[in-house]
């Protein structure tokens, strides 16, 4: 089992920057690959970006040279960071943590971004 709890979300003006902050603890030996998701008010979940155990970094087009996904590893936690840059109104939404195995998905609990114009 993998437990995620996110951190850092808040409101903030257009323009301006916010650092999201995800803690995996439990079994992160068996941690694959981890991203962040978000989910805007009457959308589907979509990918935000992603980074795999071996480096390889995913980003949605419409977040490419804002945001930049990194990750830090502790003696029993694995933390992984979204950096936010020049936000705009289209990326309020819930953020979510995810980390996958070989044998399960797991998600955090979100956290609520909202950019006003």
């Known amino acids: 089992q993998v437990q995620l709890v996110e951190s850092g979300g808040g409101l903030v003006q257009a323009g301006g920057s916010l650092r999201l902050s995800c803690a995996a603890s439990g079994s992160i030996f068996s941690i694959n690959a981890m991203g962040w998701y978000r989910q805007a008010p009457g959308k589907q979940r979509e990918l935000v970006a992603a980074?795999?155990?071996?480096?390889?970094?995913?980003?949605a087009d419409s977040v490419k040279g804002r945001f930049t996904i990194s990750r830090d590893n502790a003696k029993n936690t694995v933390y992984l960071y979204l950096q936010m840059n020049n936000l705009k109104p289209e990326d309020t939404g819930v953020y979510y943590c995810?980390?996958?195995?070989?044998?399960?998905?797991?998600w955090g609990q979100g956290t609520q971004v909202t950019v006003s114009s």
């Open positions: 995810d980390a996958r195995s070989t044998v399960a998905w797991y």
């Open positions: 980074l795999t155990s071996g480096g390889r970094i995913t980003y």
